[in-house]
């Protein structure tokens, strides 16, 4: 039997996306429960989870310590992260 193999993502051999995406996935901040979800699907890898600023923590209080965050050099638009996020907060919109 064959066995398969794990190869690692490298984020510096990328290709970047340039200007030919048609839909880009957009995060409503205050929907993000900072679950990472979207971090494990995505099959660029370039979804990170950062910690809110003190600021944002300030003005809604009710808001996850963490927040999804996407590195749009490298987005495909492929809208995987919006079809699994279990709270709805991620919106494909129309590129301008
Ligand atoms: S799956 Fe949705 S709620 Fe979870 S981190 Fe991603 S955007 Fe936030
Ligand atoms: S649209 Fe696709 S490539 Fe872009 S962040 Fe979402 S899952 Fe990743």
Redesign the pocket.
């Known amino acids: 039997m064959e066995k398969g193999a794990v190869i690692k993502h490298n984020i510096k051999k990328a290709a970047d996306t340039g200007s030919w995406r048609y839909l880009k996935p957009v995060?409503d901040k205050d929907?993000?429960?900072?679950?990472?979800?979207?971090?494990k699907h995505c099959p660029e890898g370039i979804?990170k989870?950062r910690d809110r600023s003190k600021e944002e923590l300030k003005k809604n209080g009710k808001l996850s310590k963490?927040?999804?965050e996407i590195d749009y050099s490298f987005c495909k638009g492929c809208g995987v992260?919006a079809q699994?996020?279990?709270?709805k907060?991620?919106k494909m919109e129309k590129e301008k």
């Open positions: 995060i929907k993000c429960a900072g679950c990472g979800t979207c971090v979804i989870l963490k927040v999804a992260c699994v996020c279990p709270f907060a991620i």
